[in-house]
């Protein structure tokens, strides 16, 4: 029988196996008013209390880092959802991190319409830059690669995309170094809009002036490995 | 019987594309400004159906099965029929409509343009949906991953809400309807319409096995109509411009402005839009032509699940269903890749076999171990340790998996890898030992001790 470790922790009579593992004070798990009212709006967005765990997982993530066992426990008593349930959801999506990460975890995609175009020298290249594999973080905890599948911009391969976050179209080796020194000195990428070749001629080349960061989708590279 | 003429003539079927008039993204900066929007003529759709009643909502219907307009997420099902399947109103039984944005489909990246540019065109053809349908709410569903798009849509959802045009009492009238965004966390699975349905309610995203079809039982078990966002995007089109205008743009049976993602060996990639029907070689010219001035290998023209085709199958052929069914392969998302002629098509099948191996849900057996064995068989052939009888056994894998699973993504899966090897034969078994069932004798005149796998 495992003792509840803590008093606000919903925890079953009985609860088979280890206690959940604790990686965070219990000081820690607690939701801001701002958030608290956020989730009040998820809960109010689905007929079910089920349908906002996505959301929540996703608001713990970015508030956490990452999702270990006391996380997914504290989401679950957020939304009085089980914790075999929300657990199951963290499991099946791949952008929840259910272990620790670098500070930066770099997506680069090498599904076919990438690979045909480089993604994989990418992936390579960083793997060289960094000395790590794919999968692994670096010692000082800043950066993980990954190999990821299609992200959604094959017309800008070879690509990757920061921490779930911005995507960095049309890479080349020297745009890798590049953002490797900007992570470092803490600068993310913003968001950058990827003009349509039929607008090139139309509008000049950019349809949102409200947006920094333009850039043209362009020829792919020659790629050296496909594997 | 008569044979029925060929479709593949080496003919557009688009009409006078080259001046062709953009409408799905028109040429107007700033247009996801909602200003800008309006200006430029939007939400008078919207306008002309709820308040002026210029179509009820069984007219609606009828108005968008007469233009023929086809499901832009893959399947390219009737919408207006889809719309029609919804059983009559029940003021007990909420229902819903799911706008499905997850687009992960390897080589289509149309829908983020969509978010990205004209989200508000989406907007109304799902307001305009809803109305068809007497649907209160809206799920629009978008990948994890386009976390950024999602920030991006959000705000036009906003804007609308402000403006009385989603909310309650849309412009003014007793029609309500809301729009809820929700964003994934990455699994290709979801974008499949009853995976997407488990998701929203908060579950592992199984998809469930049809019948019943989600116009019976979807989300929550209630009534369910589901259609991606270049779909939605259309219906306003429609309502402005009406059913004969769509019907008139490319061929007569797959109608209508189209998004092609064009991506891989090419020298102008991205999104182009233009009537369906357009000829392959065609959309190659508009790109940009083939990199480094290259002859093209294989084509695949609906994102990763359709079937490459060879040269010789895509030189003539058009993008529509129905040619595209007779040169061998499909529409799918209208996701094109070319392939240059230096292309290594064992290492790219085996690509398309690991994508597939992992996202698969694991839910059936036929699925989960069969598209695990076309990876590793496929693997072992691209390193030169694979036999020509691995060939024949990966084809045999692709008929245990097709049609015997709950969704489509097993045969996803197999198609690529039995057309691949089918067309590809020669390149196949130029990296294969020489070896069959029959003899253990390998390559080079040693026995094999035992056939691993
Ligand atoms: C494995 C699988 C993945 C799918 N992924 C998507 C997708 O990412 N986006 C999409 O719109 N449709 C996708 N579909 C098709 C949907 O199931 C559904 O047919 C479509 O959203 C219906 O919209 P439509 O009629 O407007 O095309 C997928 C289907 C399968 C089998
Ligand atoms: S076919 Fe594959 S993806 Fe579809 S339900 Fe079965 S295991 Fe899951
Ligand atoms: S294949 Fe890399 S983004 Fe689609």
């Given at each position: 029988?495992?003792?509840?470790?803590?008093?606000?922790?919903?925890?079953?009579?009985?609860?088979?196996?280890?206690?959940?593992?604790?990686?965070?004070a219990?000081?820690?798990?607690?939701?801001?008013?701002?958030?608290?009212?956020?989730?009040?709006?998820?809960?109010?967005?689905?007929?079910?209390?089920d349908?906002?765990?996505?959301?929540?997982?996703?608001?713990?993530?970015?508030?956490?880092s990452?999702?270990?066992?006391?996380?997914?426990?504290?989401?679950?008593?957020?939304?009085?959802?089980?914790?075999?349930?929300?657990?199951?959801?963290?499991?099946?999506?791949?952008?929840?991190?259910?272990?620790?990460?670098?500070?930066?975890?770099?997506?680069?995609?090498?599904?076919?319409?990438?690979?045909?175009?480089?993604?994989?020298?990418?992936?390579?290249?960083?793997?060289?830059?960094?000395?790590?594999?794919?999968?692994?973080?670096t010692?000082?905890?800043?950066?993980t690669?990954?190999?990821?599948e299609?992200?959604?911009?094959?017309?800008?391969?070879?690509?990757?995309?920061?921490?779930?976050?911005p995507?960095?179209?049309?890479?080349?080796?020297?745009?890798?170094d590049?953002?490797?020194?900007?992570?470092?000195?803490?600068?993310?990428?913003?968001?950058?809009?990827?003009?349509?070749?039929?607008?090139?001629?139309?509008?000049?080349?950019?349809?949102?002036?409200d947006?920094?960061a333009v850039?043209?989708?362009q020829?792919?590279?020659?790629?050296?490995?496909?594997h | 019987?008569?044979?029925?003429?060929?479709?593949?003539?080496?003919?557009?079927?688009?009409?006078?594309?080259?001046?062709?008039?953009?409408?799905?993204?028109?040429p107007?900066?700033?247009?996801?400004?909602?200003?800008?929007?309006?200006?430029?003529g939007g939400?008078s759709?919207?306008?002309?159906?709820?308040?002026?009643?210029k179509?009820d909502?069984?007219?609606?219907?009828?108005?968008?099965k007469?233009?023929?307009?086809?499901?832009?997420?893959?399947?390219?099902?009737?919408?207006?029929?889809?719309?029609s399947?919804?059983?009559?109103?029940?003021?007990?039984?909420?229902?819903?409509l799911?706008?499905?944005?997850?687009?992960?489909?390897?080589?289509?990246?149309?829908?983020?343009?969509?978010?990205?540019?004209?989200?508000?065109?989406?907007?109304?053809?799902?307001?305009?949906?809803?109305?068809?349908?007497?649907?209160?709410?809206?799920?629009?569903y978008?990948?994890?991953?386009?976390?950024?798009?999602?920030?991006?849509?959000?705000?036009?959802?906003?804007?609308?809400?402000?403006?009385?045009?989603?909310?309650?009492?849309?412009?003014?009238?007793?029609f309500?309807?809301?729009?809820?965004?929700?964003?994934g966390?990455?699994?290709?699975?979801?974008?499949?319409?009853?995976s997407?349905?488990?998701?929203?309610?908060?579950?592992?995203a199984?998809p469930r096995?049809?019948?019943?079809?989600?116009?019976?039982?979807?989300?929550?078990?209630?009534?369910?109509?589901?259609?991606?966002?270049?779909?939605l995007?259309?219906?306003?089109?429609?309502?402005?411009?009406?059913?004969?205008?769509?019907?008139?743009?490319?061929?007569?049976?797959?109608?209508?402005?189209?998004?092609?993602?064009?991506?891989?060996?090419?020298?102008?990639?991205?999104?182009?839009?233009?009537?369906t029907?357009m000829?392959?070689?065609?959309?190659?010219?508009?790109?940009?032509?083939?990199?480094?001035?290259?002859?093209?290998?294989?084509?695949?023209?609906?994102?990763?699940?359709?079937?490459?085709?060879?040269w010789?199958?895509?030189?003539?052929?058009?993008?529509?269903?129905?040619?595209?069914?007779?040169?061998?392969?499909?529409?799918?998302?209208?996701?094109?890749?070319i392939?240059?002629?230096?292309?290594?098509m064992?290492a790219?099948?085996?690509?398309?076999?690991?994508?597939?191996?992992?996202?698969?849900?694991?839910?059936?057996t036929?699925?989960?171990?069969?598209?695990?064995?076309?990876?590793?068989?496929?693997?072992?052939?691209?390193?030169?340790?694979?036999y020509?009888?691995?060939?024949?056994?990966?084809l045999?894998?692709?008929?245990?998996?097709?049609?015997?699973?709950v969704?489509?993504?097993?045969?996803?899966?197999?198609?690529?890898?039995?057309?691949?090897?089918?067309?590809?034969?020669?390149?196949?078994?130029?990296?294969?030992?020489?070896?069959?069932?029959?003899?253990?004798?390998?390559?080079?005149?040693?026995v094999?001790?035992?056939?691993?796998?």
């Amino acid at each position: 029988m495992t003792q509840p470790t803590n008093g606000s922790l919903l925890q079953p009579d009985y609860v088979p196996g280890e206690p959940v593992e604790r990686h965070f004070a219990d000081a820690d798990l607690v939701w801001t008013d701002d958030e608290q009212k956020q989730i009040a709006t998820f809960r109010s967005e689905y007929p079910t209390n089920d349908g906002a765990v996505m959301k929540v997982l996703w608001m713990a993530q970015n508030k956490f880092s990452w999702l270990p066992p006391d996380v997914i426990q504290f989401v679950a008593n957020t939304i009085e959802v089980p914790y075999a349930k929300v657990y199951g959801v963290a499991t099946f999506y791949t952008q929840y991190f259910k272990e620790k990460k670098g500070k930066f975890v770099l997506d680069i995609c090498t599904c076919f319409g990438c690979q045909v175009c480089g993604g994989y020298d990418i992936l390579h290249y960083l793997e060289e830059k960094l000395g790590i594999e794919k999968g692994q973080t670096t010692d000082d905890g800043l950066f993980t690669i990954q190999e990821a599948e299609c992200l959604g911009a094959c017309g800008s391969a070879p690509m990757l995309q920061v921490t779930n976050g911005p995507y960095v179209h049309n890479l080349t080796k020297e745009k890798v170094d590049g953002l490797i020194v900007d992570l470092k000195a803490d600068k993310m990428p913003g968001f950058q809009s990827v003009t349509l070749p039929q607008d090139e001629t139309d509008l000049g080349g950019n349809r949102r002036s409200d947006t920094e960061a333009v850039t043209e989708y362009q020829t792919p590279p020659v790629s050296e490995t496909i594997h | 019987m008569a044979e029925a003429p060929s479709l593949i003539t080496g003919e557009s079927k688009a009409g006078d594309w080259r001046n062709y008039e953009r409408v799905i993204l028109p040429p107007v900066k700033d247009l996801h400004k909602i200003e800008v929007y309006e200006e430029d003529g939007g939400y008078s759709a919207l306008k002309a159906v709820v308040k002026d009643g210029k179509f009820d909502p069984a007219a609606l219907t009828d108005e968008v099965k007469a233009s023929g307009l086809r499901g832009r997420g893959g399947a390219g099902f009737s919408t207006g029929l889809k719309w029609s399947f919804m059983p009559p109103v029940d003021p007990e039984k909420p229902r819903y409509l799911c706008c499905n944005g997850d687009e992960s489909e390897p080589g289509t990246f149309k829908d983020r343009q969509i978010f990205e540019y004209n989200p508000h065109l989406m907007i109304e053809g799902i307001i305009l949906a809803c109305y068809a349908m007497t649907i209160k709410t809206c799920y629009l569903y978008i990948r994890g991953e386009y976390i950024d798009y999602v920030h991006h849509v959000q705000k036009a959802v906003d804007e609308a809400y402000a403006k009385g045009y989603i909310g309650k009492n849309i412009l003014g009238t007793d029609f309500s309807t809301n729009i809820v965004v929700h964003y994934g966390a990455g699994a290709y699975i979801c974008g499949e319409e009853t995976s997407l349905m488990e998701s929203l309610e908060g579950h592992r995203a199984y998809p469930r096995i049809k019948p019943p079809f989600p116009a019976q039982s979807g989300c929550w078990g209630m009534p369910t109509t589901i259609n991606n966002v270049e779909t939605l995007a259309c219906v306003p089109l429609i309502v402005n411009r009406g059913a004969a205008w769509f019907s008139g743009i490319g061929p007569e049976r797959h109608p209508g402005p189209v998004l092609y993602g064009i991506s891989g060996h090419i020298n102008k990639p991205g999104v182009y839009e233009f009537p369906t029907g357009m000829l392959i070689r065609d959309l190659i010219e508009v790109a940009g032509g083939v990199r480094g001035g290259k002859s093209v290998k294989a084509v695949v023209p609906g994102g990763s699940s359709t079937p490459p085709l060879t040269w010789d199958m895509a030189k003539d052929a058009t993008m529509d269903t129905e040619t595209l069914r007779e040169a061998g392969s499909s529409m799918g998302t209208a996701g094109l890749c070319i392939l240059d002629e230096d292309t290594d098509m064992v290492a790219f099948t085996r690509r398309i076999a690991h994508f597939y191996h992992h996202e698969s849900c694991g839910q059936c057996t036929p699925c989960r171990d069969g598209t695990g064995w076309l990876e590793k068989l496929l693997s072992r052939i691209e390193s030169g340790e694979g036999y020509t009888r691995d060939l024949d056994l990966l084809l045999e894998i692709c008929d245990q998996m097709e049609g015997r699973t709950v969704c489509a993504l097993a045969d996803a899966a197999a198609w690529p890898v039995r057309w691949g090897i089918r067309r590809f034969r020669d390149e196949f078994a130029a990296r294969c030992k020489a070896d069959s069932f029959a003899s253990s004798e390998q390559g080079d005149g040693s026995v094999e001790a035992q056939p691993v796998l």
